[in-house]
T-cell receptor, first 113, second 111 residues
Framework: AQSVTQLDSQVPVFEEAPVELRCNYSSSVSVYLFWYVQYPNQGLQLLLKYLSGSTLVKGINGFEAEFNKSQTSFHLRKPSVHISDTAEYFCAVRPSNFNKFYFGSGTKLNVKP | DTAVSQTPKYLVTQMGNDKSIKCEQNLGHDTMYWYKQDSKKFLKIMFSYNNKELIINETVPNRFSPKSPDKAHLNLHINSLELGDSAVYFC??????????FGSGTRLTVV
């Protein structure tokens, strides 16, 4: 069975500060990993994904994430956030042997001026 | 060109009514999904179709019935609507492991 845990339900941060949104997962098989962003009243948009290869993945809008297999983590980072990054962020995993995505409960990033 | 489009965007209806939500994707993806997002933003998969064939059917009341006339369309019909059905319903499509492309959602409010 798979599960995804996003440890922080809300993360307040000031503009231009760095941010890390945490994601841990559990799975009995190898997984593919994803981060999605949801702006208010919109659908989810893919930020980045890890399928294989380099464990550091770069995505859109200056975000990056690092896959750590030993810690079963896939934390999302941005060195300097903008007001426009205020949104809900979802971590998701997909087992390598089945096309079904499991989502975390989301982290609300609130960027303050 | 909208990749995954859902209609309607908003739906307000009374308890006991029957309603449908439509979804279409023009990405050529083989797999389509319906997700429900509750008031706490939790996303729960409901159904998944691959080339018109049902492959995922989670524990969902049988008042919910998906229909896929072709691989570009996946509609959701809901009978006898209840207050607890109020949520945002997202359609998505995917091709292998490229991640989902989501529609913009249908906000269903049952009064």
């Amino acid at each position: 069975a798979q599960s995804v845990t996003q440890l922080d339900s809300q993360v307040p941060v000031f503009e231009e500060a760095p941010v890390e949104l945490r994601c841990n997962y559990s799975s009995s098989v190898s997984v593919y990993l994803f981060w999605y962003v949801q702006y208010p009243n919109q659908g989810l948009q893919l930020l980045l994904k890890y399928l294989s290869g380099s464990t550091l993945v770069k995505g859109i809008n200056g975000f990056e994430a690092e896959f750590n297999k030993s810690q079963t983590s896939f934390h999302l980072r941005k060195p300097s956030v903008h007001i426009s990054d205020t949104a809900e962020y979802f971590c998701a995993v997909r087992p390598s042997n089945f096309n079904k995505f499991y989502f975390g409960s989301g982290t609300k990033l609130n960027v303050k001026p | 060109d909208t990749a995954v489009s859902q209609t309607p965007k908003y739906l307000v209806t009374q308890m006991g009514n029957d309603k449908s939500i439509k979804c279409e994707q023009n990405l050529g993806h083989d797999t389509m999904y319906w997700y429900k997002q509750d008031s706490k933003k939790f996303l729960k998969i409901m159904f998944s179709y691959n080339n018109k064939e049902l492959i995922i059917n989670e524990t969902v009341p049988n008042r919910f019935s998906p229909k896929s006339p072709d691989k570009a369309h996946l509609n959701l019909h809901i009978n006898s609507l209840e207050l607890g059905d109020s949520a945002v319903y997202f359609c998505a499509s995917s091709q292998e492991n490229y991640g989902y492309t989501f529609g913009s959602g249908t906000r269903l409010t049952v009064v």
